[in-house]
């Protein structure tokens, strides 16, 4: 089993950044994603920025590209989610997981195992 803890949400202003960290913990070996997902009041959980642990590949949702950053995991076992030119539209509840199963590359909720707690991102325009 892995375990995960985001942090570093809050609020901002259109146009600033945000950086999200996520420490995992437990078989991190036995993992073939590490990534982040977002879910805005009635929306479904949408996966949007990860990495492949094994291959050190990273994923990114086409609305995120050139915005946000994944970082593969560091020695503390830290992922990090740097957020720039952040949107209105980017207001979520931000969740990490973590996926066992080779069908994490469908980036769908679903597919993924281990969820951390959330942590609140507003923009405000």
């Known amino acids: 089993q892995v375990q995960l803890v985001e942090s570093g949400g809050g609020s901002v202003q259109a146009g600033g950044s945000l950086k999200l960290s996520c420490v995992v913990s437990?078989?991190?070996?036995?993992?073939?994603?590490l990534g982040w997902f977002r879910q805005a009041a009635g929306n479904e959980r949408e996966g949007f920025a990860g990495?492949?642990?094994?291959?050190?590949?990273?994923y990114y949702l086409d609305a995120v590209k050139g915005r946000f950053t994944v970082s593969q995991l560091n020695a503390e076992n830290t992922l990090f989610l740097q957020m720039n030119s952040l949107e209105p539209e980017d207001s979520a509840m931000y969740y990490c997981?973590?996926?066992?199963?080779?069908?994490?590359?469908?980036?769908?909720?679903?597919?993924?195992?281990?969820w951390g707690q959330g942590t609140q991102v507003t923009v405000s325009s």
């Open positions: 990495i492949y642990s094994r291959i050190r590949g990273t």
């Open positions: 437990g078989f991190i070996n036995e993992t073939y994603c």
């Open positions: 997981a973590a996926s066992t199963t080779l069908r994490c590359s469908s980036w769908k909720a679903e597919h993924f195992d281990s």
